[in-house]
């Protein structure tokens, strides 16, 4: 593969991990205003059913941005064999602190649904 179609791909796959990001970001970002505007309002039924949704799509999402900067990575290293003054970078120990990072905001924003439902009086 050519230098340019490496640096191609590794844009590529940055921006979809950029788009994913942002999708995650909402999806937190949904489940904290309905936990807070109507969390103690759900039925039992109603907050297992969102909190399912929840945790499948973001664990999805979470999982296809790391899978996009895994891909990274990887065109990264070919790029590196090819062009070694390349300044395309990407450190696998951000890998593992994104997947940190996607971990603890998901766990984090089960805490706040469980504290508002299981509210009470200081």
């Known amino acids: 593969m050519?230098?340019?179609e490496l640096a191609e791909l590794i844009v590529l796959h940055a921006e979809a991990a950029t788009d994913i990001f942002s999708i995650f970001l909402t999806i937190i970002s949904a489940y904290?205003?309905?936990?807070?505007v109507g969390g103690t309002r759900l039925a039992r039924?109603?907050?297992i059913i969102l909190n399912s949704m929840f945790v499948v799509s973001s664990l999805v999402s979470s999982y296809r941005?790391?899978?996009a900067l895994r891909y990274q990575l990887y065109y990264t290293e070919k790029l590196k064999l090819i062009?070694?003054?390349s300044p395309h970078t990407v450190s696998v120990a951000f890998l593992y602190v994104i997947s940190?990072?996607?971990l603890?905001?998901?766990l984090a924003s089960i805490k706040f649904m469980w504290d508002i439902r299981?509210?009470?009086a200081d």
């Open 2 to 4: 050519a230098e340019y």
């Open 32 to 36: 904290l205003i309905a936990a807070f």
């Open 45 to 47: 039924s109603q907050a």
């Open 65 to 67: 941005c790391v899978e």
């Open 83 to 85: 062009a070694p003054d």
């Open 100 to 102: 940190v990072v996607f």
């Open 104 to 106: 603890v905001a998901i």
């Open 118 to 120: 299981h509210h009470r």
